[in-house]
């Protein structure tokens, strides 16, 4: 029987959002002085109506002070029940936004959650990002000692680590050289190295495989894999599917800051890609009068279900409101895969057509003849600008998703989506 | 086995075993940030002696030469330099703490240690600051063939009452500057004001005795008198024990006060930073 050591019991965590038009991160005491000072004599002076007027309080609203309608609660968690065994290595999968990263915030004690409780037996070491802290002007030894520090380890430890850490990171050369003169890849493998050192009792990472290049994935992958078998507890959140499966054996789906699902990782996968799959091969929004906006994106895949053929020929569409003409409007789309990188570009502005010239909608269609992308999941990244480069009316992010498969293939030989990006067409010949 | 329980509102009881713990980072903040300071400067280190010094220089010539404030013997020089110590350390080590959580940033919001540990690491690195200007001092005091007595040993506790003195305002200007980014303009205007009221460039027996008393709010004052009487012999008038006294509970209460408004708020800072 293995002990609990990581129970969460209805975790919440609420955020206020301030309605502002730009989300602003910190307050300045003028606005806290100002709002307060409002609240009595609101109807009083030019400047007072504008400032209503831009936090989208109620021009009527007199009975409310002008806070409330700036003001909105967000829980980015709420409800979130669970509990880890000693030893279990779970998952922890979701949209972006649906509060994986919260989750591990409060984990890590870096936020703290408005309701709920949390027990946890053990030492918990985090890592939401790596390099946290490396500072460019200090060589690769004196940031294995400071970002070891402040994960956590003592300076005994990782003199005792030392050597493996250097060995592992591939930098025994350039130890003595300033971290901003290494190479990008360099620098996320030491980072990754010290992390992956860290013998806590509870491990928590975030995304991190996610660098270097394909050979050190592999490796930190393996290391990873050392740590999941070694007996450790880990909670580890990925938007990789693949690293997911073969990592944990439990997974928890997140959706909308409520954990749908809590079980076998095979089961949560699923039930991810099944959310994924049916809800957004299109995306819709009612244009907000008098502001250019991207209103439709719709991918017509070869199947049904947001399903497309490699190799088939696929349609997207688009509808641009624009209330005036806009004379060198611009629409770009990307594909992006499920690793965010952006496979293909198509941009409209290449091509000789004309759009946006009235007032009202343009419909603009995208016609791909044969789309050979490798299988995997996919989403569009589509930019609505004027001219290109310049004025940005929208850019939209992970919608339309969809699904490449290659099933005509005559071969037994499936394809994984980390074989490559895109297949191209190619005669073969056997010259004896 | 640790056990940690998470929990709203909860400020947990092993928080000051975690600063323990984390004893480690503290030295090895304070070492980056002295190591980074002078970094692509080309006289690097000498920085730290050059602002005081030069301080000092113009202290010296306003108010001893020009204004001719009394000096009860002692060199004007040192009489200055013994008060610039602790009032740039002061200096520095507000400004340091206060933009240190936000320079920080991404500490803050991807990994947890006790928040204290960064602005209280700030106010370690200006010691160090201090420290080496006190190698100017001693220049100075061999120039001026001034030697000090037995008050001198002091020292140590004084520099103590500094550093706390810093600590307490240095962590409430932290916190508040996380949230109200408008404290980045208050605490330049608290260094430049607070040089004119603090007895840097004189001693602080020229301020009328009914005053005196008041004078000691600021807690400076105490701290300032404290380094002239263990630098200079004693020798600037009496020691004025109760403004000594009051300068000390004001330091007392600062402290209390920093640290109290730190940690209400410290479980926030990841969000608002």
Request: with cysteine; proline share 5%.
């Amino acid at each position: 029987m293995s002990d609990i050591v990581i129970s969460l019991d209805n975790v919440g965590k609420r955020y206020t959002l301030r309605h502002q038009g730009k989300s602003e991160r910190y307050v300045a005491l003028r606005d806290v002085i100002a709002r307060q000072a409002a609240a009595p004599f609101k109807a009083i002076g030019e400047k007072m109506r504008i400032w209503n007027r831009t936090n989208g309080s109620h021009p009527n609203g007199s009975s409310h002070p002008p806070s409330n309608g700036a003001v909105e609660d967000f829980w980015a968690l709420r409800n979130v029940s669970f509990e880890v065994k000693e030893g279990d290595v779970v998952g922890i999968i979701g949209r972006n936004g649906a509060g994986k990263s919260t989750l591990l915030k409060i984990l890590s004690r870096i936020t703290e959650p408005n309701e709920g409780r949390i027990r946890i037996k053990g030492r918990v070491a985090s890592l939401l990002e790596v390099g946290t802290g490396f500072h460019p002007e200090l060589t690769g030894r004196e940031n294995i000692y400071l970002n070891g520090s402040i994960l956590g380890m003592r300076r005994a430890e990782i003199k005792a680590k030392f050597d493996e850490i250097v060995a592992f990171a591939e930098v025994e050369k350039f130890l003595d050289t300033p971290v901003k003169r290494y190479s990008s890849g360099m620098y996320v493998r030491l980072a990754f190295a010290v992390a992956a050192h860290l013998e806590p009792e509870i491990l928590i990472v975030d995304e991190v495989l996610a660098v270097g290049d394909a050979e050190f994935q592999k490796k930190s992958l393996g290391k990873m894999h050392d740590v999941a078998t070694g007996g450790r507890t880990v909670l580890f959140v990925s938007h990789n599917m693949a690293a997911i499966t073969s990592l944990t054996r439990r997974s928890a789906l997140l959706r909308a800051g409520h954990c749908v699902y809590f079980g076998e990782t095979q089961d949560a996968v699923g039930r991810y890609l099944d959310s994924i799959r049916s809800q957004e091969s299109r995306y819709e929004a009612s244009p907000n009068h008098g502001i250019p906006s991207i209103a439709r994106v719709e991918v017509f895949c070869s199947q049904s279900g947001s399903v497309h053929e490699s190799g088939a020929p696929m349609r997207v569409e688009f509808d641009l409101y624009h209330p005036e003409p806009i004379p060198s409007a611009c629409l770009k789309f990307q594909m992006v895969n499920q690793a965010h990188v952006p496979v293909l570009h198509f941009r409209a502005f290449d091509h000789p057509i004309e759009i946006c010239k009235g007032s009202g909608t343009t419909k603009v269609v995208c016609h791909i003849p044969r789309l050979n992308l490798n299988v995997g999941q996919y989403s569009l990244t589509a930019y609505f600008s004027d001219p290109p480069g310049g004025q940005c009316y929208q850019h939209l992010e992970a919608v339309c998703q969809f699904r490449v498969v290659i099933l005509n293939k005559t071969t037994l030989w499936g394809w994984r989506p980390e074989a490559c990006t895109y297949h191209e067409e190619a005669e073969w010949r056997a010259a004896s | 086995m640790h056990e940690l329980l998470i929990e709203p509102g909860r400020t947990e009881k092993n928080y000051w075993g975690d600063l323990w713990r984390f004893r480690e980072l503290f030295y090895i903040l304070a070492w980056r940030d002295i190591s980074v300071r002078y970094k692509q400067t080309a006289i690097g280190v000498i920085w730290a002696l050059l602002r005081p010094f030069l301080a000092m220089v113009i202290f010296t010539i306003v108010f001893g030469r020009i204004a001719r404030m009394p000096s009860h013997g002692i060199p004007y020089p040192i009489l200055v330099f013994a008060a610039m110590l602790p009032w740039q350390f002061f200096a520095n080590a507000l400004s340091e703490a206060s933009q240190s959580l936000v320079v920080n940033e991404r500490l803050v919001s991807k990994v947890y240690f006790p928040r204290l540990i960064i602005p209280a690491g700030a106010v370690i690195t200006s010691l160090v600051d201090l420290l080496i200007s006190a190698a100017l001092l001693a220049v100075l005091m061999i120039w001026f063939r001034f030697l000090p007595d037995w008050r001198l040993l002091t020292l140590p506790f004084f520099t103590l009452m500094a550093f706390l003195a810093a600590l307490g305002p240095g962590l409430l200007l932290t916190a508040l500057n996380v949230k109200f980014r408008d404290f980045r303009y208050v605490v330049p205007f608290i260094v430049q004001f607070g040089l004119f009221i603090s007895p840097v460039g004189f001693s602080s027996d020229v301020i009328p005795q009914q005053w005196r008393l008041l004078y000691s709010l600021n807690p400076m004052v105490g701290v300032i008198d404290g380094f002239r009487w263990a630098i200079c012999q004693g020798g600037t008038g009496e020691f004025y024990l109760p403004g000594f006294a009051l300068s000390m509970l004001v330091v007392a209460v600062f402290l209390f006060s920093g640290i109290w408004y730190f940690r209400s708020t410290e479980k926030s800072f990841a969000d608002v930073i």
